[in-house]
T-cell receptor, first 112, second 114 residues
């Protein structure tokens, strides 16, 4: 069983829709939770990060972490065609340095 | 400021050959990490180097090795290439070696093994 599970999609939504992306994990030692966005033929770009449980909002993006359920989410409001990309969740333990464990990514397409 | 730079961008090798990939971190960043991303999968951690010392190693065979130079640039070496080594190899840099790692990734080196 993978430490981090993420539905690969693909997910296709109309412009302006609210998008919900999710990951589940099994390692209770994970403390840092991140979302990366990856465009085709590019490296991942850090979007959001949170420490332990709670919510964090940044513009149209909201990240949620529920450690009791081992479940994290990323919400995108008023989605735009430029949001079309692969979204990767990533997690790490307190002392694991840059050893991030990634989900396999969800491919999102926002249609004009 | 320049981002994380990787070279070459593309590489084609045959089975059994050896390859060296290069990475220059963002100026001021002392930590460099290497990831392998197979098509359709998320990146997998290979190595972290901080201040020229290995700080972590993922579940990869000894055919994979790396080093970091005094200017904090890094090389990833892969010996005895296998078809399964075909992947996008990503380098990431960060300013610290511990705690929350806000990794900044390069665009990667696409390695094809024939």
């Amino acid at each position: 069983q993978k430490e981090v599970e993420q539905d690969p999609g693909p997910l296709s939504v109309p412009e302006g829709a609210i998008v919900s992306l999710n990951c589940t994990y099994s390692n209770s030692a994970f403390q840092y939770f991140m979302w990366y966005r990856q465009y085709s033929r590019k490296g991942p770009e850090l979007l959001m990060y949170t420490y332990s449980s709670g919510n964090k909002e940044d513009g149209r993006f909201t990240a949620q972490v529920d450690k009791s359920s081992k479940y994290i989410s990323l919400f995108i409001r008023d989605s735009q065609p430029s949001d079309s990309a692969t979204y990767l969740c990533a997690m790490s333990e307190e002392t694991s340095g840059s050893r991030l464990t990634f989900g396999e990514g969800t491919q999102l397409t926002v249609n004009p | 400021d320049a981002g994380v730079t990787q070279s070459p961008t593309h590489l084609i090798k045959t089975r059994g050959q050896q390859v060296t990939l290069r990475c220059s971190p963002i100026s001021g960043h002392k930590s460099v990490s290497w990831y392998q991303q197979v098509l359709g999968q998320g990146p997998q951690f290979i190595f972290q180097y901080y201040e020229k010392e290995e700080r972590g190693r993922g579940n990869f065979p000894d055919r994979f090795s790396a080093r970091q130079f005094p200017n904090y640039s890094s090389e990833l070496n892969v010996n005895a290439l296998l078809l399964g080594d075909s992947a996008l190899y990503l380098c990431a840099s960060s300013s610290s070696g511990t705690g929350l790692q806000k990794l900044l990734f390069g665009s990667g080196t696409q390695l094809s093994v024939l």
